[in-house]
């Protein structure tokens, strides 16, 4: 699926990329996170709770991605959380793929010779048809302009290896989940969000499940969607502050009711499997 760039669209990637090498991956001083994890994180958000729920979250996805020789981590950032360094264990190789030198040489520090860190964008992959082995897009998607979304997760299939999944990682924005918290989100945002005009710099457009759906459908993938989290550091903070208890009630509900607690999800993992083999 090729379609020709339009200026809109590169000025949204430029914006992007400049928006992380110029704050998202600098470190908040106050802090010592990258401004990126400072400010939409749970590790940022000033409870113990929402930092250990989506540590949880993440660290359970270890055992999804399989085994093979090039594990792909595209917009891999800096590699900025601990739970996110075990998803390529049983690769030879993680290829970092990322507007941004900055989080580029970052991830490099932090992987040694095991990455293979490459500036690209994930609309435009360099690299050959069904050379991948298994990989991860995490909070990517939502920040590639509307034109390019399509486009952009055609190339993961299409560097894909036949036989094999690849998971993608995103903010959704089912319509209940919408309706629903419309009235708190200036609440939260208050609460939670640090550098105000940062985050409305930076460009963010999340899909919806039936999007989702219908894009891998016309891609001739498999798909599976399952809820990843169904609430945000700053909601969790909002009800819980910072108590602990409230986690294994959430991850068991997001565990033995998926269905149920997809129209309410604020994050989802996207499973696609390539046929072949």
């Known amino acids: 699926m090729k379609q020709g760039?339009?200026?809109?669209?590169?000025?949204?990637?430029?914006?992007?990329?400049r928006w992380y090498d110029e704050h998202g991956w600098q470190v908040d001083e106050?802090?010592?996170?990258?401004?990126?994890?400072?400010?939409?994180?749970?590790?940022?958000?000033?409870s113990a709770g929402a930092a250990l729920y989506e540590e949880l979250a993440h660290a359970n996805l270890t055992d999804h991605f399989g085994t093979g020789r090039y594990f792909l981590d595209v917009a891999s950032g800096p590699v900025a959380h601990?739970?996110?360094?075990?998803?390529?264990?049983?690769?030879?190789?993680?290829?970092?793929?990322?507007?941004s030198n900055v989080a580029l040489a970052a991830a490099k520090r932090r992987l040694g010779a095991h990455a293979f860190c490459v500036q690209a964008n994930l609309a435009c992959l360099p690299f050959p048809d069904g050379s991948i082995d298994g990989g991860v897009s995490a909070y990517t998607v939502q920040h590639i302009p509307e034109d390019r979304q399509e486009i952009a997760i055609a190339e993961l299939v299409r560097v894909l290896a036949p036989g094999r999944h690849f998971l993608i990682i995103t903010g959704i924005e089912p319509p209940l989940r919408h309706f629903l918290f419309k009235l708190l989100r200036p609440v939260f945002h208050k609460l939670t969000y640090k550098s105000k005009e940062q985050v409305q710099r930076l460009y963010h457009l999340a899909r919806g499940p039936a999007w989702w759906r219908s894009t891998l459908e016309k891609l001739g993938v498999q798909t599976e969607i399952r809820t990843l989290q169904i609430i945000r550091p700053n909601e969790y903070r909002f009800f819980f502050g910072n108590a602990i208890w409230?986690?294994?009630?959430?991850r068991w509900l997001e565990k033995t009711m998926p269905r149920l607690c997809l129209p309410l999800a604020t994050s989802a993992v996207i499973t696609i499997r390539k046929p072949g083999m």
Do not use: E, N
């Open 246 to 250: 409230p986690v294994k009630v959430i």
């Open 5 to 17: 760039r339009s200026k809109k669209d590169d000025g949204v990637s430029a914006s992007v990329q």
């Open 82 to 99: 601990d739970s996110y360094v075990p998803w390529s264990a049983a690769y030879q190789t993680r290829i970092c793929v990322d507007l």
């Open 30 to 46: 106050a802090t010592g996170l990258y401004r990126d994890t400072a400010t939409f994180s749970g590790a940022g958000s000033g």
